[in-house]
T-cell receptor
Framework: DVKVTQSSRYLVKRTGEKVFLECVQDMDHENMFWYRQDPGLGLRLIYFSYDVKMKEKGDIPEGYSVSREKKERFSLILESASTNQTSMYLC????????????FGPGTRLTVT | QKEVEQNSGPLSVPEGAIASLNCTYSDRGSQSFFWYRQYSGKSPELIMSIYSNGDKEDGRFTAQLNKASQYVSLLIRDSQPSDSATYLCAVKKAAGNKLTFGGGTRVLVKP
């Protein structure tokens, strides 16, 4: 079974703090993704990575950065957290096969106060 | 026009009936199609994938793909209250590694 884990289920941070969200997958997948999900707005792609040290912007990269130093680990960084970044953050991974089905982690509910 | 469109629902279905969910997509070159189930407060879970025209069955779930008409559907037979969730349609375009997700259809199965 594919397993994608995220460092925290719930996180509360203050405005202006630097926030690190970590994601680890154990299936040797090439591709990893960070999404946020908000009511009425669906899943929105923040960043993704198709290889170690490679990254591409998704639909809403502003205010975020990412790091992928090892194949199994993909980190999302909020440089200076703001209240509009309160959301559910979901990490996903997929293999390099043509089908590209994605498997999701359990999610991190981040609240910025 | 959104790239992947779903009716947001809620789709209310009596227990034991068939739930029918539809999804249309705009990129004619799309290759792979997926259905995810998401319970409230949880992450999406992959339940079906389909790559070629026709039907694919897995237990009580059947996915149907019609590339000429650019739609994919999901049937849930013998619906159970535990099937109450939001179902997300996802499509992989011809190029790239990303999936494009629809907004989801909320399904309510009433006992």
């Amino acid at each position: 079974d594919v397993k994608v884990t995220q460092s925290s289920r719930y996180l509360v941070k203050r405005t202006g703090e630097k926030v690190f969200l970590e994601c680890v997958q154990d299936m040797d997948h090439e591709n990893m993704f960070w999404y946020r999900q908000d009511p009425g707005l669906g899943l929105r792609l923040i960043y993704f990575s198709y290889d170690v040290k490679m990254k591409e912007k998704g639909d809403i990269p502003e205010g975020y950065s990412v790091s992928r130093e090892k194949k199994e680990r993909f980190s999302l960084i909020l440089e200076s957290a703001s209240t509009n970044q309160t959301s559910m953050y979901l990490c996903a991974s997929s293999s390099g096969t043509i089908q590209r089905e994605q498997y999701f982690g359990p999610g991190t509910r981040l609240t910025v106060t | 026009q959104k790239e992947v469109e779903q009716n947001s629902g809620p789709l209310s279905v009596p227990e034991g009936a068939i739930a029918s969910l539809n999804c249309t997509y705009s990129d004619r070159g799309s290759q792979s199609f997926f259905w995810y189930r998401q319970y409230s407060g949880k992450s999406p879970e992959l339940i079906m994938s389909i790559y070629s025209n026709g039907d694919k069955e897995d237990g009580r779930f059947t996915a149907q793909l019609n590339k000429a008409s650019q739609y994919v559907s999901l049937l849930i037979r013998d619906s159970q209250p535990s099937d109450s969730a939001t179902y997300l349609c996802a499509v992989k375009k011809a190029a790239g590694n990303k999936l494009t997700f629809g907004g989801g259809t909320r399904v309510l199965v009433k006992p």
